[in-house]
């Protein structure tokens, strides 16, 4: 590196530094998700492109994932399989598939409780500051409200879907991955599992970067911050529900199976045990569809999470304390750390895709 660029990147950090302590000085901010204006996309980043056309090229790359995220899924399927095999798997899958329907049924029935007690926190409760005339008034507007409950359903649409793929994924690849092993090669053994991996990773990242790019990129600023947190809302219900139901799903099905085996005299070792049906099925959906779901929500309530401090650090006080008066700075920096996080994340994706064809070569 020259001594110029040396001295450029150093500066770069000091300033960094600074802005974050300057950021802990106290100060009047709205510290709500739903309060929070997404600053205007439309400037320069890098290379003479703006944050749009970055943001955009995201979406693209979004595609891209959801597309090889199904192409591997679609190598799965056609992986051979014994006839025996596959029966039992889909048994277990068909099993599941009720899982999640019930599930599906109780958690609406759930977030009906809960839209009610946000609609009245946020139609009621909450001090709703207008982005135009800075009035202040108890109570957000009934659009906004209803752009939050909106939105806390594509939250748990977006987490029941991943769940379900994942779980499809799941028990396609165990009876390919076990007859597989009858031929007694272990590549095979270890390929299956990763590629079943890789294809659930892929659809659950791909998906989650695709609703929050089009948030960022379709829907007006002011709107943007209730488009967040109920987004936010909806996978963190979907999720916790999907996640602690299904690690109780697996007691009862082995509690079950056990009971069985008493009732009718089966051995352990018996060929009619139910145990081992029951086994996978409780371990498909506690250790399939519960950790798809939470990966799901983790990665997106983290986004939500980076949005939100962006915006609150930085504001037009903290950057005074350290730019003087200087106009729109405090946006100017919102905007290219907020393009810089999602650039990041599709680099990720990117990165993965890469890394799994050299793996594979």
């Known amino acids: ?14 300033f960094v530094v600074s802005l974050c302590f300057a950021a802990m000085v106290p100060h009047s901010a709205y510290a709500g998700e739903a309060d929070l204006v997404i600053p205007s996309l439309d400037r320069p980043i890098a290379l003479g492109l703006s944050g749009q056309m970055l943001l955009f090229g995201g979406i693209a790359i979004s595609v891209m994932g959801l597309a090889f995220g199904m192409w591997i899924y679609a190598q799965l ?3 051979p399989v014994h006839k025996s095999m596959l029966e039992v798997s889909d048994l277990i899958y068909e099993t599941c598939k009720t899982y999640l329907k019930t599930q599906g049924k109780f958690i609406l029935l759930l977030w009906m409780f809960i839209a009610i007690v946000v609609a009245v926190y946020f139609g009621k409760l909450a001090l709703y500051r207008n ?3 800075l009035e202040e008034t108890h109570g957000f507007p009934l659009s906004l409200v209803g752009i939050i409950l909106l939105f ?5 649409a977006g987490s029941y879907l991943v769940a379900w793929f994942g779980i499809r994924v799941n028990t396609f690849a165990n009876s390919r991955t076990a007859f597989a092993s009858l031929r007694g090669k272990p590549y095979l053994c270890y390929a299956i599992p ?12 791909s998906v989650e970067l695709l609703i929050m790019l089009c948030i960022l990129l379709f829907i007006p600023g002011n709107y943007a911050g209730p488009c967040f947190i109920g987004f936010a809302i909806g996978e963190s219900l979907g999720a916790a529900a999907l996640r602690i139901a299904g690690g109780i799903f697996t007691k009862i099905a082995d509690i079950g199976s056990d009971l ?6 089966i051995k352990e070792d018996d060929a009619r045990n139910p145990g081992v049906i029951a086994d996978c099925t409780g371990d498909n959906a506690g250790d399939s569809v519960g950790p798809s779901a939470d990966g799901f929500e983790t990665y997106g309530v983290t986004g939500v999470a980076l949005i939100t401090f962006i915006l609150l650090a930085i504001n037009p006080q903290s950057v005074k304390l350290l730019a003087g008066e200087v106009v729109d700075l405090h946006e100017v920096l919102q905007v290219q750390l907020l393009v810089w996080i999602f650039v990041m994340r599709v680099m990720m994706v990117v990165a993965s895709g890469v890394s799994y064809f050299v793996n594979e070569s």
Do not use: D, E, Y
């Open 1 to 14: 590196m020259t001594q110029n660029s040396l001295t450029r990147l150093s500066s770069g950090i000091v």
């Open 77 to 79: 399927r056609n992986l």
């Open 131 to 133: 982005p135009v005339t």
């Open 152 to 156: 806390s359903l594509i939250g748990i």
């Open 194 to 205: 990763l590629q079943a991996g890789m294809s659930i990773g892929m659809m659950l990242i």
């Open 260 to 265: 069985m085996k008493i009732v009718f005299g």
